[in-house]
């Protein structure tokens, strides 16, 4: 039969015609039937290599072999050929083929993942920062706030020191006292950093959150800000600037 097939497989010319080859039709049929009920490429490679019957004479049969039958519409009866299998049959087996070349759909956790790696990570970060969060979801107390200086602001030490002059000075104005008392309270108020707020929007966040079988994309959406990784150490900076690592808060 030559290093290549004129006519598909199952197939031959006689007379002018386009005729069944009577030994490979029926391994045709087999191999549509059998791939529907649920055999893989291999499954079907590996049995056609114990029968005698080869697709190209002197060559192993392969994936790619097995593939040109099962792609191929003019086992339907397309373009004169005798049709082998139906209709039917054909489409079923494009519907599963096109299932298994398809790759896995991402989950929206995967997808933010890849959003905070800035990239597709390999398998083993998304078990790992699993792991990271879980760990803060049972020990929330270790979400603290990164070191910072706890020097209050010039404003709020003057006011201060003027309030407690005003109170120890008789006789107290109180209408004054407490103007000015309120107004030292909105100033501390608005001298908390935005890492101690955050810090405590994560701890209740992990507190009200149960251990994950797998990530969940609204716990990432909210409690990370980016993950980068180098030699097997997933390090996660958290919306409050902390960085954990492998689970242990730095």
Known sequence: MGSYRKQPFGYKMQWGKIVLQEQEAPVVRWIYQTYLSGASYNELVETLRKQTIPYITGKLWNKNMVARILENPKYTGESEYPPLISQEQFEAVQVRR?????PPQKTPA????RRLCGGAPPPWVERQVLDVLNDLITHPKQLRCPPCENVP???????SRKLDELLNTPPVDEDRAREMALHLAELQLNAIGPEKY?????????????????????????????????????????????????????
């Open 198 to 250: 955050e810090t405590t929007r994560l701890q209740r966040l992990f507190q009200k959150h149960r251990p994950m079988d797998d990530l969940d994309q609204g716990l990432l959406h909210e409690s990370v800000r980016r993950i980068t990784y180098n030699r097997r150490t997933v390090s996660i900076l958290l919306k409050n600037n902390q960085i954990v690592e492998g689970g242990t808060p730095q």
């Open 153 to 159: 602001p010039a404003e709020v030490v003057r006011l």
């Open 110 to 113: 995967q997808k933010e993942l």
């Open 98 to 102: 096109k299932k298994q070349a398809a």
